[in-house]
């Protein structure tokens, strides 16, 4: 029997990754982590959006540019020797798509784009059977985890009703051909924001709480839950434990009545 690999993941909630020195933070001192950097797997998760005719690193308009991140990547590979990106980037309304990774192939920095980084065909090595050697051969090199493994669009608006109609619209998606999604990891978050645009903006300043905001809408979801649980069965939503219109009772009553289907 082969020995197991001793694999240790550390994950710091909320924790901004330039706030490290390996990430060239000027002040702050992480010289453990920096050190793990040096000899592990950086991963980075990219939710992008698109806002107002341009892509973005997070969630709309007041995130970073989403081109200003991938420069950011590509100077890093291009300065470095031997490193390991893996890159998870799917999009909040289409999931990982044709039309993004061609916008992301015309993003370049110094001549080169992120995808000139892949160092392997993906069509020939599958995911599972990848190999250090094979992603940095060459160079420091990038792993773009392919979206049909998950799909999880990143629902957002100030907008409860777009917000509404847009997770029934991924809803009708994904029911009308389960053969084909039922092989995905599926899931969804819902968030009321302001971030959309500078009139929403000013709209939302005397409302600004994203608690306040989630506290208003998730009791609003529970008509829907029980139809859309089938086909998003993990579902995410902020401030989910709060108890207005008794929400996270009856949302715990919808889930456990689902569960017994299952068995």
């Given at each position: 029997?082969s020995k197991q690999p001793n694999i240790i993941y550390i994950l710091g909630d909320d924790h ?228 207005n219109h008794g929400f996270n009772d009856r949302a715990v009553e919808i889930i456990n009545a689902y569960n017994r289907t299952l068995s």
């Amino acid at each position: 029997m082969s020995k197991q690999p001793n694999i240790i993941y550390i994950l710091g909630d909320d924790h901004r990754a330039d706030y490290l020195g390996c990430s060239g933070h000027p002040i702050l001192q992480t010289p453990a982590l920096d050190s793990l950097a040096r000899r592990g797997v950086r991963f980075f998760d990219l939710r992008a959006s698109f806002a107002d005719g341009k892509w973005y690193a997070s969630h709309g308009f007041l995130a970073q540019p989403l081109d200003e991140c991938l420069r950011e990547l590509v100077r890093f590979l291009g300065e470095t020797q031997r490193e390991f990106l893996v890159v998870s980037l799917y999009s909040v309304e289409g999931g990982y798509t044709s039309e993004l990774m061609d916008w992301i192939a015309g993003v370049t920095e110094q001549g080169s784009s992120l995808l000139d980084f892949m160092r392997y065909d993906p069509s020939e090595i599958p995911l599972e059977e990848l190999r250090y050697r094979d992603v940095t051969r060459g160079g420091s090199g990038v792993v773009i985890a392919p979206g049909w493994q998950v799909y999880g669009p990143w629902h957002d608006t100030n907008d409860p009703e777009a917000l509404v109609r847009g997770v029934a619209k991924q809803n009708e998606r994904l029911k009308a051909d389960m053969g084909w999604w039922g092989e995905f990891f599926r899931w969804t978050q819902t968030q009321l924001t302001a971030q959309t645009g500078w009139p929403e903006l000013m709209r939302a300043v005397p409302d600004w709480s994203l608690l306040r905001m989630a506290y208003r809408l998730n009791y609003r979801l529970l008509e829907y839950l029980p139809d859309w649980l089938p086909q998003m069965p993990v579902f995410s939503v902020d401030y989910a434990d709060n108890m207005n219109h008794g929400f996270n009772d009856r949302a715990v009553e919808i889930i456990n009545a689902y569960n017994r289907t299952l068995s």
